[in-house]
């Protein structure tokens, strides 16, 4: 997990072939145990639009025609992201609906144990 200014960012890397590039990154700065049971509970509509749409900051995301998607950005309309959705294959969208319980579990993780300290925009935890 990074911290930058003032807010921790924890990264999911893509395990996909072809997208081992991939990433996305979540602001975890206020998520506390009732975060973590939700996530848990996530069906694939709630995890996008509850998660992705909200809490993610930044992501590299390669898109059917090998084209990096635009990240349409947080508060960003709904046509924007059904828009970065509809560039994004299946297979990648099932990794995308995972994500935010990747997320959480790299956040519970101890600070040594993280595979994202430092990563985003080069900040140092």
Same mark, same amino acid.
């Given at each position: 997990?990074?911290?930058? +200014? @003032?807010? %921790?960012? &924890?990264?999911?890397r893509?395990?996909?072939?072809?997208?081992?590039?991939?990433?996305?990154? $979540?602001?975890?700065?206020?998520?506390?145990?009732?975060?973590?049971?939700?996530?848990?509970?996530?069906?694939?509509?709630?995890?996008?639009?509850?998660?992705v749409?909200?809490?993610?900051?930044?992501?590299?995301?390669?898109? +059917? @025609?090998? %084209?990096? &998607?635009?990240?349409?950005?947080?508060?960003?309309?709904?046509?924007?992201?059904?828009?970065? $959705?509809?560039?994004?294959?299946?297979?990648?969208?099932?990794?995308?609906?995972?994500?935010?319980?990747?997320?959480?579990?790299?956040?519970?993780?101890?600070?040594?144990?993280?595979?994202t300290?430092?990563?985003?925009?080069?900040?140092?935890?």
């Amino acid at each position: 997990m990074a911290k930058t +200014k @003032d807010r %921790e960012i &924890v990264r999911a890397r893509c395990v996909l072939e072809g997208h081992e590039n991939d990433w996305i990154e $979540y602001d975890v700065t206020d998520w506390t145990v009732r975060e973590f049971r939700l996530v848990t509970d996530l069906d694939f509509d709630d995890a996008l639009r509850s998660w992705v749409e909200i809490y993610v900051t930044e992501w590299n995301i390669t898109g +059917k @025609d090998g %084209e990096l &998607v635009p990240f349409p950005g947080r508060g960003a309309k709904a046509a924007d992201w059904l828009n970065a $959705y509809g560039q994004i294959g299946l297979e990648l969208t099932r990794w995308l609906c995972v994500t935010p319980y990747a997320a959480m579990r790299e956040a519970m993780l101890p600070s040594k144990k993280r595979v994202t300290r430092g990563e985003a925009d080069g900040a140092q935890e």
